[in-house]
Every structure is written in structure tokens, then in C-alpha cells.
């Protein structure tokens, strides 16, 4: 399993941005098999995917944010970051990442996550 670190989250302006990084704990070639994803909860909500980059770095994201939100690799870092532009109100919750090994579910540990907040 690999373990995770979320960092980079805050205070921002409506319309501002934030990078948000995951920092994993294993080798760089275990790293470098596993899908990564950026999932949010907001309070009252269910978790929800936001972005996920595969082993081979293909990206996809949820439609919400589409367009604002670009998630990216560095296997050499065994890191994962998920730039936020434009950000919104509703973009406000504590995000994760999490990892999975192709056609696998998701690990079950999850980390701290950290907080994002959007308000003016």
C-alpha cells in the first residue's frame, strides 16, 4: 500500500488559486505503477473524485472542475499535484489523494487531507 501526504491548502479569494501536492512513501517504481486521485468531501457531502492521473499519465476530471483544475506526475518525486485556478466557493472542502493499482479499488487508508477554503 502506499502511503500518502497531502499538503498546500489555505485561505484563498474567489478566483484565486492554490497548488495542492500528495507526497507518497514508497519506492519509485511501486509509485510509479498506481493511478493517482484527488478526491474532495465538503461538510454534509459525500467524497468525491475531482481528478485522477493513470500510471501511464493519463488525465481525467470531474465536470465541475474541468477546465480550472490540471493534476500532474513527477514519478522521480513520487509526487502529485493538483493545480487549482479559478477557484469558487463551492470548490471549499478537505481534499485527499489516494492511490490504486490499475483495475483495483482505491486503498482503504486515507491521510489527513488538507483543507481548502474559497471565500471572500
Known amino acids: 500500500q502506499v502511503q500518502v501526504v497531502e499538503s498546500g491548502g489555505g485561505l484563498v479569494q474567489p478566483g484565486g488559486s492554490l497548488r495542492l501536492s500528495c507526497a507518497c512513501s514508497?519506492?519509485?517504481?511501486?509509485?510509479?505503477?498506481?493511478?493517482i486521485g484527488w478526491f474532495r468531501q465538503a461538510p454534509g457531502r459525500e467524497r468525491e473524485l475531482v481528478a485522477a492521473i493513470s500510471s501511464n499519465g493519463i488525465t481525467n476530471y470531474t465536470e465541475s472542475v474541468e477546465g480550472r483544475f490540471t493534476i500532474s506526475r513527477v514519478n522521480a518525486k513520487k509526487t502529485v499535484s493538483l493545480q487549482m485556478n479559478s477557484l469558487k466557493p463551492e470548490d471549499t472542502a478537505v481534499y485527499y489523494c489516494?492511490?490504486?493499482?490499475?483495475?483495483?479499488?482505491?486503498?482503504?487508508?486515507w491521510g489527513q487531507g488538507t483543507q481548502v477554503t474559497v471565500s471572500s
Open positions: 514508497t519506492s519509485e517504481n511501486i509509485f510509479s505503477w498506481h493511478d
Open positions: 489516494n492511490a490504486r493499482l490499475r483495475g483495483r479499488s482505491w486503498y482503504a487508508n
